[in-house]
């Protein structure tokens, strides 16, 4: 793979937009490691985050990660971690091994669950930071209301952050339409990150609580995660530098 800064420098885009850019995340939702090495430099450097989910990892190992990470880019790790106490704190030190910086696990694991998980994360000199997953972007009432939750995907959000607060959590995941909520609840120092971005006139697929990069900026969002809008794309990196000119608006 190419480095981080190399790419970056023979970027024949726009130039790469430092606020946007760091707050970007591709999520490389490809089938291979190989698939990763062919798509990164269609990117021309305008990325510097990436995602690594279930599909990639279960099909490439860690390797993947530390590969990702020895070029100069940071991962965030999104394997949903969602097991017993003890299973899931073997996981957290596993997982950090790789050097991703952070790392996703469920919420609905319960408060004994995230609070083993953070505590073996503070056991590990360089552990990634823990985000805790609420609702999918996939889901909304319906979808909820089939796995026998019977509220809103809103008001389930906030009762989970709220039990993930009450044990110590500092990120959260959940969709663009509950950020605004969820920063008023958590404060300016926890870490939301908010996939199902869907810049406009881009199609929804599977997403179902989505929202456009510059009013997921605009609600409190840290991070935003852009899968297929971007790894899709007939040009990727076009299609990147579009999603930051928007994010920079936005931020400034």
Known sequence: METAHNSASTSSVNPVIPAARDRLIVALDLPAIQSVR????????????????????????PSVVSELVASGFSVFLDLKLHDIPNTVAGAVKSASACGASMLTLHASGGPQMMQAALEAAATLPNAPKLLAV??????NAQQLHATGVMQQ?????????????????RGFV????????????????VTLVIPGIRPAGVALDDQKRVATPADALRNGANFLVVGRPIVQAENPAMAAASILTEMEAALA
Do not use: H, N
């Not at 609420?134 to 889901?139: A, F, G, Q």
């Not at 959940?174 to 120092?189: N, P």
């Open 38 to 61: 062919q798509f990164l430099p269609r990117l021309e450097g305008q990325c510097r985050w990436f995602k690594v989910g279930l599909e990639l990892f279960i099909a490439a190992g």
């Open 134 to 139: 609420t609702v999918l972007t996939s889901m």
């Open 174 to 189: 959940c969709s663009a339409q509950e950020t605004a909520r969820l920063r008023d609840i958590a404060g300016a120092d």
């Open 153 to 169: 995907p809103a008001e389930q959000v906030e009762l989970l952050a709220r039990m993930g607060l009450a044990a110590g959590m």
